[in-house]
C-alpha cells in the first residue's frame, strides 16, 4: 500500500491551481473576444442605421421637392390654366377668369401645405394672393421672379429668412407665358411660398425608430461657414441662424461642409460626441446629418460588457467550484490512502508485536537514558521481573554488578551507530540475584525523531558451558599429545643407548665367535644383530615424528621453491641412481618451517622414486591457489595405492609391503602429515592400483594486503 507523499500532495493543489488561473485566462479570452466581437456588431449595425436613415431623409427631401416641382408642372403644363392667367394678367378686369384663377390658386393652397400662391405681373407687382392679405415681395423674391421670368425656367429656391415676414421660407417660382411664345418674354410670374415648418422640417426631424438622442439636421456651406438650415432637437432658433466655422475639426457639420461623407464620429453642436451618417442632397447645397449621441450608441455595448463581466464571473465562479471540488475529492482520495496505509500499518505492527513477544530472544527497547520501554515475554521469564516491574527498571539495573563499567562503555560506543548495531557478550542478572552469560545486539533507532535503544539479548549459558567444555578437552588433548611426545621421545632417546650396548655387544659376539659355534649359533647371531639393526632405525624413526612437534622451529616467510631444492639435493644420489626425471611449476612463499617443508619434499619425492617398480619415475610437483590456501600436488607414475589404503598409509609405521620388495619403516608418511598439520593444512592422496599417485598437502596463503 503506497500512502500519498508530502511532495505529492504538494503537487495536487498546485496543478489544481495552474488548471484555475489557465481557466480563468481563458475565460477572460474568451469575454474579451466576445465582447470585442459584440462592439463591432453593434457598432456596425448602429452605423449602418444612420446610413441608412441619412438615406431615407434625402429620398424624403428629394421626393418633397419633386412632387412640389410636379405641382408647378401639373398648372403650367395645362394649357386652359395658363391661357386663363395670360389673358386675366393682360386685362385684370375680367372677373370671370379672376374667379377661376382663385378656385385653383385656393385648391393649390389648401392640398399642397403651400403658405401662399402669389400671381406677379410683368412689372412684378402682386396681382392675386391666396390665400388673401398683406403681402411684400422681397429682395430675394424679386431676384427669384426675374431670373424665372428671363429664363422662362422653374426655379426652387434655397432656404432664406426673409426679413418682411421675419421667417425662413423657401420659394417656387415660374414664369407665366402663353405655349408657343418666345422665351424670356412672360407677362408674369407664378410664386409660392412654402413654409419649412410646415412640412420640411417635422420631416427632417421625424425619427423612424425610438431614440433619446437622435436627430437629422440639415446644413449647407456659406462661405467659410457651415449653416444650420432646420430647428434643432436640443436648440431653437437655429434654422439659418446657428453657423460655425468651417475650421472647427471635430464638428459634424463642419466636417459635412467640408465635404466628408459616410458614418464619422465626432461632436455635434452641443459639443457632445456623436455617431453620425452625412449624405448630401442631390441638386443642391444641403447635406443630410443623421447623427446619435455616441453615449446612446455605446449604452448596449455597455450592457453586454457587464452581461459579459458576469459571464465571465459566473464562468470562473464555476471554474473555480469545479477545481475546489476535485480538489476535495483528490484529498479524500488521499485520506482514505492514508487510512488505508495506516490499518496496513497498525497490522504489521500487531504481527511485528506478536513476532517480539514470542521471540526465543529478550528484546527490550530503552530510551536514551537507559529506561526500559518495552519488553517482551522472553524478557519477563528471563529475568524474573513482571512487565510491569521491567518497565520500571533501568538496563544497567539488569546488569551483573561487575559488569557496570563494561556496560557503561558500551552505552557510549553504541551512540549514533544505527546501522550495523553492536553485538558484545557480558552478564545479565535477574531479580533473584543470579546471573547468566548474554550476547547483545543493540543498536540505536529513531522514532518520530526520538532516539531509542533496541537490544536482542541472547542467553549463551548453554554455549558458554559447551564452549567451556570444549576448550577443556582442547587442553586435556594437548597435554595428552605432548605426554604421548615426551614419552616417544624419551622413549626413543633413552631406548638408543640399551639398544646401542645390545647392538655392540651382539656385533661383538658375531665378531669373535662367527663360525667357531655351530650354524644354528651363527643364524641366531646373525638375527639379534638384524633385530638390533632394526630396532635402531625404528628408534631414530620414532625420535625424528616426535620431534616435529617438538623440535620445530618458529614459522617465517619461506621460499617453497627453495624448501623443494635442499629435498632434490638430499636426494640427488636416488634420483640419479634412478634416473628420475622430477619436473616442476612455480611453487610460492608461504609461512612455515623451512626444514620441515624440505623434509616434506624429500619424504613425498623419495617415495615416489621408490615406490616405482621398474619404470624410471617420472614425478611433477607444482602448486595451486584456492582461496585462502595453496593446494600443492607431487604426482608420480609409479605402482598407485588400492583405494582401502589410502586414508592408512598417513598412519604411523603403516606399510602395504614387505621389507624385502620395499625398503622403509613405515614413518615417513606420518611425518608429512604431522608437518603439513602443524602449518595448519590437511594432506591427502588420489591414486589407484598400478595408475601412479598425485600426493596433495594445503598450506595457509599469506594474507595479501591490498591497496
Ligand atoms: P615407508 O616408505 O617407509 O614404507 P611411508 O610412510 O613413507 O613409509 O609410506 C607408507 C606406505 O605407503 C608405503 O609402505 C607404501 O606402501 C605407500 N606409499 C607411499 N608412497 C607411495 C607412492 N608414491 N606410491 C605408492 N605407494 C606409496
Given at each position: 500500500?503506497?500512502?500519498?507523499?508530502?511532495?505529492?500532495?504538494?503537487?495536487?493543489?498546485?496543478?489544481?491551481?495552474?488548471?484555475?488561473?489557465?481557466?480563468?485566462?481563458?475565460?477572460?479570452?474568451?469575454?474579451?473576444?466576445?465582447?470585442?466581437?459584440?462592439?463591432?456588431?453593434?457598432?456596425?449595425?448602429?452605423?449602418?442605421?444612420?446610413?441608412?436613415?441619412?438615406?431615407?431623409?434625402?429620398?424624403?427631401?428629394?421626393?418633397?421637392?419633386?412632387?412640389?416641382?410636379?405641382?408647378?408642372?401639373?398648372?403650367?403644363?395645362?394649357?386652359?390654366?395658363?391661357?386663363?392667367?395670360?389673358?386675366?394678367?393682360?386685362?385684370?378686369?375680367?372677373?370671370?377668369?379672376?374667379?377661376?384663377?382663385?378656385?385653383?390658386?385656393?385648391?393649390?393652397?389648401?392640398?399642397?401645405?403651400?403658405?401662399?400662391?402669389?400671381?406677379?405681373?410683368?412689372?412684378?407687382?402682386?396681382?392675386?394672393?391666396?390665400?388673401?392679405?398683406?403681402?411684400?415681395?422681397?429682395?430675394?423674391?424679386?431676384?427669384?421672379?426675374?431670373?424665372?421670368?428671363?429664363?422662362?425656367?422653374?426655379?426652387?429656391?434655397?432656404?432664406?429668412?426673409?426679413?418682411?415676414?421675419?421667417?425662413?421660407?423657401?420659394?417656387?417660382?415660374?414664369?407665366?407665358?402663353?405655349?408657343?411664345?418666345?422665351?424670356?418674354?412672360?407677362?408674369?410670374?407664378?410664386?409660392?411660398?412654402?413654409?419649412?415648418?410646415?412640412?420640411?422640417?417635422?420631416?427632417?426631424?421625424?425619427?423612424?425608430?425610438?431614440?433619446?438622442?437622435?436627430?437629422?439636421?440639415?446644413?449647407?456651406?456659406?462661405?467659410?461657414?457651415?449653416?444650420?438650415?432646420?430647428?434643432?432637437?436640443?436648440?431653437?432658433?437655429?434654422?439659418?441662424?446657428?453657423?460655425?466655422?468651417?475650421?472647427?475639426?471635430?464638428?459634424?457639420?463642419?466636417?459635412?461642409?467640408?465635404?466628408?461623407?459616410?458614418?464619422?464620429?465626432?461632436?455635434?453642436?452641443?459639443?457632445?460626441?456623436?455617431?453620425?451618417?452625412?449624405?448630401?442632397?442631390?441638386?443642391?447645397?444641403?447635406?443630410?446629418?443623421?447623427?446619435?449621441?455616441?453615449?446612446?450608441?455605446?449604452?448596449?455595448?455597455?450592457?453586454?460588457?457587464?452581461?459579459?463581466?458576469?459571464?465571465?464571473?459566473?464562468?470562473?465562479?464555476?471554474?473555480?467550484?469545479?477545481?475546489?471540488?476535485?480538489?476535495?475529492?483528490?484529498?479524500?482520495?488521499?485520506?482514505?490512502?492514508?487510512?488505508?496505509?495506516?490499518?496496513?500499518?497498525?497490522?504489521?505492527?500487531?504481527?511485528?508485536?506478536?513476532?517480539?513477544?514470542?521471540?526465543?530472544?529478550?528484546?527490550?527497547?530503552?530510551?536514551?537514558?537507559?529506561?526500559?520501554?518495552?519488553?517482551?515475554?522472553?524478557?519477563?521469564?528471563?529475568?524474573?521481573?513482571?512487565?510491569?516491574?521491567?518497565?520500571?527498571?533501568?538496563?544497567?539495573?539488569?546488569?551483573?554488578?561487575?559488569?557496570?563499567?563494561?556496560?557503561?562503555?558500551?552505552?557510549?560506543?553504541?551512540?549514533?551507530?544505527?546501522?550495523?548495531?553492536?553485538?558484545?557478550?557480558?552478564?545479565?542478572?535477574?531479580?533473584?540475584?543470579?546471573?547468566?552469560?548474554?550476547?547483545?545486539?543493540?543498536?540505536?533507532?529513531?522514532?518520530?525523531?526520538?532516539?531509542?535503544?533496541?537490544?536482542?539479548?541472547?542467553?549463551?549459558?548453554?554455549?558458554?558451558?559447551?564452549?567451556?567444555?570444549?576448550?577443556?578437552?582442547?587442553?586435556?588433548l594437548t597435554r595428552s599429545n605432548e605426554e604421548l611426545e615426551k614419552f616417544a621421545y624419551v622413549a626413543s632417546h633413552d631406548l638408543q643407548e640399551p639398544l646401542r650396548m645390545v647392538s655392540s655387544f651382539v656385533q661383538l659376539l658375531e665378531k669373535r665367535y662367527k663360525g667357531n659355534l655351530d650354524q644354528d649359533a651363527d643364524d641366531f647371531i646373525n638375527y639379534a644383530v638384524d633385530g638390533a639393526n632394526r630396532m635402531q632405525v625404528l628408534i631414530t624413526d620414532l625420535l625424528a615424528y616426535s620431534r616435529v612437534g617438538r623440535r620445530g622451529k618458529?614459522?617465517?616467510?619461506?621460499?617453497?621453491?627453495?624448501a623443494?631444492?635442499r629435498a632434490l639435493s638430499n636426494l640427488q644420489a636416488v634420483v640419479e641412481q634412478s634416473g628420475a626425471?622430477v619436473?616442476?611449476?612455480?611453487?610460492?612463499?608461504?609461512?612455515?618451517d623451512g626444514s620441515q617443508l624440505t623434509q616434506l619434499f624429500q619424504n613425498l619425492i623419495g617415495n615416489a622414486i621408490k615406490f616405482c617398480k621398474d619404470r624410471?619415475p617420472?614425478i611433477?610437483?607444482?602448486?595451486?591457489?584456492?582461496?585462502?590456501?595453496?593446494?600443492?600436488?607431487v604426482?608420480d607414475?609409479g605402482i598407485g595405492i588400492a583405494?582401502e589404503y589410502l586414508e592408512r598409509i598417513f598412519s604411523i609405521f603403516q606399510r602395504l609391503h614387505g621389507r624385502q620388495e620395499y625398503q622403509g619403516t613405515g614413518i615417513g608418511l606420518a611425518i608429512c602429515r604431522k608437518v603439513v598439520e602443524r602449518?595448519?593444512?590437511?594432506i591427502?592422496v588420489?591414486s589407484?592400483t598400478?595408475?601412479?599417485s598425485?600426493f596433495?598437502f594445503?598450506?595457509?596463503?599469506?594474507?595479501?594486503?591490498?591497496?
Open positions: 500500500m503506497v500512502t500519498p507523499t508530502k511532495s505529492a500532495q504538494l503537487k495536487t493543489p498546485l496543478i489544481l491551481l495552474i488548471i484555475f488561473f489557465v481557466l480563468i485566462i481563458v475565460v477572460n479570452i474568451l469575454c474579451f473576444f466576445y465582447f470585442e466581437n459584440q462592439k463591432d456588431h453593434i457598432k456596425k449595425e448602429k452605423q449602418n442605421e444612420l446610413m441608412a436613415i441619412a438615406d431615407l431623409k434625402v429620398d424624403q427631401i428629394v421626393n418633397w421637392r419633386n412632387e412640389r416641382l410636379a405641382d408647378l408642372s401639373a398648372i403650367l403644363d395645362n394649357p386652359l390654366i395658363v391661357s386663363q392667367l395670360y389673358h386675366w394678367l393682360r386685362d385684370p378686369k375680367a372677373n370671370r377668369q379672376k374667379e377661376e384663377i382663385l378656385t385653383w390658386m385656393k385648391s393649390l393652397h389648401g392640398h399642397s401645405r403651400y403658405e401662399r400662391v402669389i400671381i406677379i405681373n410683368s412689372e412684378q407687382s402682386i396681382q392675386l394672393l391666396m390665400p388673401e392679405g398683406q403681402d411684400i415681395l422681397g429682395p430675394n423674391d424679386k431676384r427669384l421672379i426675374s431670373e424665372s421670368m428671363k429664363s422662362g425656367r422653374m426655379i426652387f429656391s434655397d432656404l432664406y429668412s426673409s426679413k418682411f415676414a421675419k421667417a425662413t421660407r423657401l420659394s417656387l417660382v415660374a414664369p407665366i407665358a402663353l405655349p408657343g411664345q418666345n422665351s424670356g418674354i412672360a407677362d408674369g410670374a407664378f410664386l409660392m411660398r412654402i413654409d419649412p415648418y410646415a412640412f420640411l422640417y417635422p420631416l427632417i426631424q421625424s425619427w423612424p425608430t425610438p431614440s433619446r438622442t437622435a436627430e437629422t439636421t440639415l446644413v449647407r456651406r456659406e462661405g467659410n461657414e457651415v449653416v444650420f438650415l432646420n430647428e434643432l432637437r436640443h436648440l431653437s432658433d437655429t434654422a439659418l441662424t446657428l453657423r460655425y466655422p468651417l475650421e472647427e475639426k471635430d464638428l459634424i457639420a463642419s466636417m459635412a461642409a467640408r465635404g466628408v461623407d459616410g458614418v464619422v464620429e465626432g461632436i455635434d453642436y452641443r459639443g457632445i460626441r456623436v455617431l453620425a451618417a452625412i449624405k448630401p442632397v442631390p441638386e443642391s447645397t444641403w447635406i443630410v446629418i443623421a447623427k446619435v449621441d455616441a453615449e446612446e450608441v455605446y449604452a448596449p455595448i455597455r450592457e453586454r460588457f457587464w452581461i459579459v463581466l458576469i459571464i465571465g464571473g459566473v464562468l470562473i465562479v464555476a471554474a473555480g467550484a469545479g477545481v475546489g471540488l476535485v480538489w476535495r475529492n483528490q484529498q479524500a482520495q488521499g485520506y482514505r490512502k492514508q487510512y488505508e496505509g495506516e490499518l496496513e500499518k497498525l497490522a504489521l505492527i500487531r504481527h511485528f508485536e506478536y513476532l517480539t513477544r514470542y521471540a526465543n530472544d529478550i528484546i527490550v527497547m530503552t530510551d536514551k537514558y537507559g529506561r526500559i520501554m518495552e519488553a517482551n515475554e522472553k524478557a519477563v521469564a528471563s529475568y524474573g521481573y513482571s512487565r510491569d516491574e521491567l518497565l520500571q527498571t533501568n538496563i544497567s539495573d539488569l546488569q551483573a554488578h561487575d559488569t557496570l563499567e563494561d556496560y557503561e562503555l558500551q552505552m557510549k560506543r553504541l551512540e549514533g551507530i544505527m546501522a550495523n548495531g553492536l553485538v558484545f557478550e557480558t552478564v545479565h542478572r535477574r531479580k533473584d540475584g543470579t546471573t547468566f552469560p548474554v550476547e547483545v545486539s543493540a543498536r540505536e533507532i529513531k522514532i518520530e525523531g526520538t532516539v531509542f535503544f533496541q537490544s536482542i539479548i541472547r542467553d549463551i549459558s548453554e554455549r558458554k558451558q559447551s564452549e567451556a567444555k570444549l576448550s577443556l578437552a582442547m587442553e586435556e618458529e614459522f617465517k616467510e619461506t621460499a617453497c621453491e627453495a623443494l631444492d626425471v619436473t616442476r611449476d612455480p611453487l610460492p612463499e608461504v609461512m612455515g624410471t617420472s611433477h610437483i607444482s602448486a595451486e591457489r584456492k582461496k585462502n590456501e595453496w593446494v600443492f600436488s604426482r607414475n583405494p602449518h595448519g593444512g590437511r591427502w588420489e589407484d598400478g595408475s601412479g598425485t596433495y594445503t598450506i595457509p596463503a599469506q594474507m595479501e594486503i591490498k591497496s
